[in-house]
């Protein structure tokens, strides 16, 4: 054992005095009781042996390769080629200190060299391969996330509404140009009133039968277009969201259809020039992004071709008819929105590349950083402090979960795009939404901590924490407000719940409610709640079952208070009174769909040595949220208070193992010293001190 190992749960004396050999014995007396009285749960798997036996005790060796090689996926060339090119370009590297003009010229630049030069082109990807899309989008995000987003903008927005919104004769026109960039374009949804609520929009569309064009008009200041990134600078076409307006033959003279999506030439294709009818502003210097030129919009009599209409879900013919092949507004809403959570699927899986690199910096630098040490003994290095492993190593194995879930998410998606199965849109829909709000509102926390781990040099922009959250902050916010998101995860849950007791079906990823409904509706198993052997601790059976438990509670509770409330308040009062709580209820079932996925992953895990490694990093992760939840687990009397500490000492005692191999545990996400580019972040310890001297000049 190490100078500052600390000891493992199970050979411990607590703080009560009370040896742990008592409270084993105590355990062990009431586990061999519970033989007889255990009938829901399930014994440990043989592969949770056989990687017990070799992630326990022994110092893990970890093979780099064979881990990197498990984590890189499919597309890993396409991002490699991605950053050899840049690499090649050193005048198309975004400098540290930049004006936010000279940043946008450079963020069309590296776009266009991207596309033109490279040949990269990621905008047929989109929807032929989803996978490939996001890897591009990733790799392209951690060059400069501007350009990340530029190109989020360009292909999946400007783009992605195109191709998902329109029809054949909208992809033949326009395919070509956005495509190699000779259409740059926009997505105008968000105005100055209404984000979050997209119905509320107020820009109108009103059909002109006399000429066979829509007018597109922005009634007042707070329905101007805001936010509109491509729009200040560079765009020459704009989706334009607004309400569809049909003259009718009845007393009130019009119909509003509902919110729909219309193609509006912006600037002229030659000349650059603003069009007439158009006002464009700039949004202004912003927190972070400053790559992207985003601007605001005023559409005064727009008028533009019957054809703009993005008609998939609905069109308008010659004689002003309406048709649709969905019945009503709503679901005609719900189609529109439902084709755009491409966007949450490629920002929840950037976020986590965005996590991957300040994790990689703050370990290797704790790794080299040292302060203190005892008595005439040289000096530690930081990440030998326990508080250290506490902030660093759960999220080390929280960045392995989310890039195992992410990729689970990528591949429901592009199952998604093929089968169009409608069961499967709506789990992909909640799962984007509870995975992009969950992980990007993680990796923003976690850049705090990153730049806080790291003492004064985090604070220095050219070692990178206070770009990337400046930059990755509103990550939290666009492509959905993450209040806003989780919500619709939680009124899907509930979805499933009323459907489950009218005898329906669970999808996929919902599936272990039907278990646990029946199950957890009862109370805990008094003897199981005492067991505190790491065996068990370590189970995943044991992990997943308390993950699913609290969900399955959180439900249950939760429709019951909406009942209640809904009685007195109605159900927007209701869902308002119980809001905290549903918003806990999405997030417990998201970390439970990631930690599935995580023991999914270490079984799948071909590699033995990287098994083991994955396996002990999956159990950190488990047991530091069962820990930081400890208080619900401890109400319910499911963990009584010996388990709640053994938790406690194993989860420490698993940031020090995971430290132990943090140094592998980071090369293995495989992002070379020219993408991390911080100098206290190099791969090789010896040469960060240097290159941070060099670069202030020495
Ligand atoms: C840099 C940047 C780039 C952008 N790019 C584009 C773009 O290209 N195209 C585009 O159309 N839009 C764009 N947007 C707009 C973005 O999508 C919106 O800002 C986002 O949808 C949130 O809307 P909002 O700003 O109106 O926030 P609001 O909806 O006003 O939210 C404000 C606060 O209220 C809370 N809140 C709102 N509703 C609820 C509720 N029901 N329950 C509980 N809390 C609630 C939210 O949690 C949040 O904390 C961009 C924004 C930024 C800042």
């Known amino acids: 054992m190490e100078p500052h190992e600390p000891k493992p749960s199970n050979s411990t004396t607590d703080e009560d005095g009370l040896s742990d050999h008592n409270h084993a014995a105590v355990t062990r007396r009431i586990e061999r009781l519970s033989l007889h009285l255990r009938p829901t749960r399930d014994p440990p798997h043989a592969d949770t042996l056989e990687l017990l036996s070799c992630a326990g005790r022994a110092k893990i060796e970890v093979n780099t390769e064979q881990l990197s090689l498990y984590m890189r996926g499919k597309y890993r060339d396409v991002q490699q080629s991605v950053y050899d090119y840049f690499n090649s370009r050193p005048e198309l590297q975004t400098p540290i200190e930049i004006s936010k003009d000279e940043h946008r010229e450079l963020c069309m630049r590296q776009l266009m060299g991207l596309v033109r030069e490279a040949g990269i082109r990621p905008f047929r990807y989109v929807v032929d391969d989803p996978a490939k899309y996001f890897a591009i989008l990733e790799a392209v995000g951690s060059v400069d996330m501007s350009l990340g987003i530029k190109?989020?903008?360009?292909?999946?927005?400007?783009g992605g509404s195109v191709l998902n919104l329109g029809t054949k004769k909208h992809k033949d026109k326009y395919f070509e140009g956005i495509d190699n960039m000779e259409y740059p374009g926009c997505f105008a949804m968000t105005e100055l009133h209404h984000g979050s609520n997209v119905q509320g929009l107020r820009t109108i569309a009103t059909f002109d039968l006399m000429k066979d064009e829509f007018i597109i008009n922005t009634p007042d200041d707070g329905a101007l277009k805001w936010w509109i990134g491509n729009s200040a600078v560079h765009g020459k076409f704009a989706t334009v969201f607004a309400k569809l307006v049909l003259p009718t033959h009845d007393t009130k003279g019009v119909s509003d259809m509902g919110v729909h999506a219309f193609i509006v030439p912006i600037r002229d294709m030659k000349t650059h020039k603003v069009l007439p009818g158009v006002e464009i502003h700039d949004c202004g210097h912003k927190v972070g992004l400053n790559g992207v030129d985003n601007g605001a919009l005023r559409f005064k009599s727009v008028r533009i071709p019957?054809?703009?209409?993005?008609?998939?879900?609905?069109?308008?013919?010659?004689?002003?008819?309406y048709t649709s092949s969905l019945p009503s507004i709503n679901k005609r809403f719900a189609a529109t929105l439902g084709e755009l959570v491409g966007g949450r699927v490629g920002l929840a899986y950037s976020s986590v590349g965005v996590l991957k690199i300040a994790v990689i910096i703050a370990v290797r630098y704790s790794l080299l950083r040292q302060q203190f040490g005892p008595p005439k003994k040289p000096e530690i290095s930081i990440l030998d402090y326990q508080s250290q492993q506490?902030?660093?190593?759960?999220?080390?194995a929280s960045t392995y979960a989310f890039h195992f879930a992410t990729l689970h998410l990528v591949d429901r998606y592009s199952e998604m795009k093929k089968s169009h199965d409608e069961q499967l849109v709506g789990d992909v829909h909640a799962l984007s939404a509870g995975l992009k709000?969950?992980?990007?509102?993680?990796?923003?926390?976690?850049?705090?901590?990153?730049?806080?781990?790291?003492?004064?040099?985090?604070?220095?922009?050219?070692?990178?924490?206070?770009?990337?959250?400046?930059?990755?902050?509103i990550f939290q916010t666009f492509e959905g407000d993450n209040t806003v998101l989780l919500q619709q995860v939680a009124g899907y849950l509930l979805k499933q719940y009323q459907e489950k007791f009218q005898g329906g079906t669970l999808t996929v990823t919902w599936n272990y409610l039907r278990d646990s409904m029946n199950s957890y509706l009862s109370q805990p198993n008094p003897v199981t709640?005492?067991?505190?052997?790491?065996?068990?601790?370590?189970?995943?059976n044991f992990q997943l079952d308390a993950f699913r438990y609290r969900t399955s509670r959180l439900l249950q509770s939760v429709a019951l208070r909406l009942r209640k409330h809904s009685k007195t308040l109605g159900s927007f009062g209701a869902w308002n009174r119980c809001l905290n709580h549903l918003l806990t209820l999405a997030e417990s079932h998201i970390e439970t769909v990631v930690l599935a996925k995580f023991i999914d992953a270490v079984r799948s895990c071909p590699d033995p040595s990287s098994r083991a490694a994955l396996k002990l990093v999956c159990d950190l992760y488990a047991l530091d949220r069962i820990w930081n939840d400890i208080g619900t687990y401890r109400n319910v009397d499911y963990v009584a208070p010996n388990k709640a500490k053994a938790i406690h000492k194993l989860s420490e005692y698993l940031s020090f193992q995971v430290k132990n191999v943090s140094k592998e545990l980071v090369d293995a996400f495989d992002l070379p010293d020219y993408v991390t580019r911080a100098p206290i972040g190099m791969q090789a310890a010896q040469d960060a001190y240097s290159q941070y001297t060099q670069y202030a000049g020495f």
């Open 151 to 158: 190109m989020g903008v360009q292909y999946s927005l400007w």
């Open 306 to 321: 019957r054809d703009n209409l993005l008609n998939r879900f609905g069109d308008v013919s010659r004689d002003g008819k």
């Open 390 to 396: 506490h902030k660093l190593m759960p999220m080390l």
């Open 437 to 473: 709000a969950y992980v990007t509102s993680y990796t923003q926390k976690a850049l705090s901590i990153c730049r806080e781990a790291c003492g004064g040099h985090g604070y220095a922009a050219v070692n990178r924490f206070g770009g990337l959250r400046n930059d990755h902050d």
């Open 529 to 540: 709640a005492r067991w505190e052997g790491e065996d068990h601790l370590r189970d995943p």
